[in-house]
């Protein structure tokens, strides 16, 4: 496997991963996100190989030398064979019948997904009668294009990556004695995590709907805004444009991402949105009738936001590309109070670590 | 003067403004604008002179090599003295009391100011029955720093330099034959633009009504909606503030922006930014219900904001730095049919030039 697209300049530390044994990972879509996990993986000579449903893409990636197919049953049916951790990268609403098929033809692989909700997969997973092989994903990288074309190594280099634990089986006083079904979804999480630490991604656990209603805030929420603020802006015609300088580009740079994309987010994260929405609605009516009435001002909504912002940069790191101050907890999967090391990291927004 | 802080890597072309006379500056007020103003003129060796209320930025401005005093009395007087056009550079607060020291020790120069909002500025200069020898400015410059030591050379080069018509006597028909006051207004107005392109900007004319609205759109309501948005993610917490990526970095940057200044744009531009709220609100709350429904989706919002930051990108460049797309139009002030070329100058978002 090759990849002449992108520098190694940010080599992977190969002692991170060197202690886990290697099992296979199948990639199913190889659109961005799987694409370019397939690329990490191929980049670190990690056993892998794909599926993909278009002819095309297959052509591509196997030009791009990769092991990858179009035969969904018979990939399937290898990942079996030899006990492969499964990524789901396919959209949403493939999801479905990709899980029937998983069913049938590989009826013992743990499997993942890179879904941009969580909520709902996990129902989906639940109806599929799956949920004890499957662990949730959610890699936070991505860029506006999309496709195998698009897809690039290093995309998840420290990205975060959440990783879901509604599945987990508190495994206090338990350990070793966990029965088969605790042991395949304990093996499948630890999997998970390693893959996305391998590929240089920042772990972080979070419960199904608990990460929902944050993307929704942080992440969901910006894209409604960004298109309410470009047309606002727009209505102004030609002067305003004129006028619009950095707080309208950096404000509405978002609402540049493809119109599907942005719909496939919202529209299936709906309950949390609506919250996030709901709470900026009262806001701004809030800052409307301050600015309305002349004896009131705006103090509240200024002093609270640039509060606010300043915690973020305290997190994030004041400029794009600086590192993030977040905690980073290890955990020891199925260990003594591990399922509350993971609530207790998930409340914290901490990374964690496997030891 | 000197002025070693900043590289002259984008000098200004001198012949641009080599066939006006070089008639003095004098700027009133040294904070980042009128500072930066001072600085870029005495790099063009353009007889130029400023005054500060605080004894430090005099001292500081003086170190530096410019011209400057702490008393208003005899500035004013020298500019009477020697025709100097005045450049208003005070916040909001100070312009009053400022125009009744001009009144009295300068009642004849021109003058011009550099504050966000326009009408309100435009309705003090009535009150203080200046309206004849006033020309609005909005230079659409600035950094988050304030003050003599945040002011730079080159700040102006590039951005937009709004400049009101409000005071424009129709030169149709009358050209050579328009009254003393008609004639010092036009001199003025001339003098602004000229300076203004001296200093880099690209002047675009506009009502000082017209201002307030357009600016309320595509300045004030980015800065609500960060704050407001900067609020939302906050409120889900640390695992929120972790899973914040770049949407919500960019859509909450000028949150960052101190409280008091967003204040001051946001809270003298009241009603125009009223109106950009409301208009808002009844998207967000469309959205809303459309979320809310599932038998509904958010088509609408996401194609026509895609489209409208679309119109944005075509207007300003697709990205920072890139060079902006809008007309050129020149005017010769008083000349006939002029405040006709100005008001659809204004309504295509034009840039317009001098000749």
Tied chains: 1, 2.
Aim: charged share 20%.
């Amino acid at each position: 496997m090759s990849d002449i697209k992108s520098p190694e300049s940010h080599p992977v530390n190969p002692t991170s991963i060197a202690a886990e044994p290697r099992t296979p990972i199948c990639v199913l879509g190889l659109g961005l996100i799987g694409g370019s996990l397939l690329r990490d993986l191929g980049r670190l000579e990690w056993p892998c190989y794909g599926w993909n449903r278009s002819e095309k893409t297959v052509t591509r990636a196997r030009r791009d030398g990769f092991d990858v197919s179009n035969d969904l049953t018979a990939t399937l049916q290898r990942a079996e064979q030899d006990g492969a951790l499964l990524v789901l990268g396919v959209p949403m609403f493939a999801l479905s019948s990709l899980l029937d098929a998983i069913k049938v033809h590989a009826p013992h692989c743990g499997f993942t997904d890179v879904t941009s909700v969580k909520e709902e997969v996990h129902d989906l997973v639940e109806e599929h009668g799956l949920t004890s092989r499957f662990v949730g994903g959610h890699p936070m990288a991505g860029t506006a294009n999309s496709g195998w074309p698009a897809t690039m190594s290093h995309l998840f280099e420290g990205a975060v990556w959440v990783v879901t634990y509604d599945n987990a089986v508190a495994g206090d006083g338990k350990g070793k004695g966990a029965n088969e079904a605790e042991e395949l979804w304990l093996n499948t999480w630890a999997r998970v995590v390693t893959m996305a630490e391998a590929v240089g991604a920042a772990v972080v656990p979070a419960l199904a709907r608990r990460h929902d209603r944050a993307v929704a805030r942080v992440s969901h929420l910006p894209h409604v805004l960004a298109e309410a603020l470009a047309i606002a802006g727009d209505k102004g015609g030609p002067l305003a444009l004129t006028l619009a300088a950095s707080s309208f580009r950096d404000g509405t740079r978002v609402a540049g991402t493809e119109p599907a994309l942005v719909r496939a987010m919202c529209e299936n994260n709906r309950s949390s949105l609506v919250v996030a929405i709901d709470e900026t609605l009262e806001l701004l009516q809030q800052a409307r009738e301050q600015l309305a009435n002349p004896d009131e001002d705006m103090r509240d909504l200024t002093e609270v936001g640039h509060a606010a912002r300043g915690r973020f940069e305290a997190r994030a790191g004041r400029k794009k590309g600086e590192g993030p101050n977040r905690p980073i907890i290890r955990v020891q999967p199925g260990g003594t109070g591990w399922v509350s090391q993971l609530e207790s990291a998930e409340s914290m927004g901490a990374q964690i670590g496997i030891f």
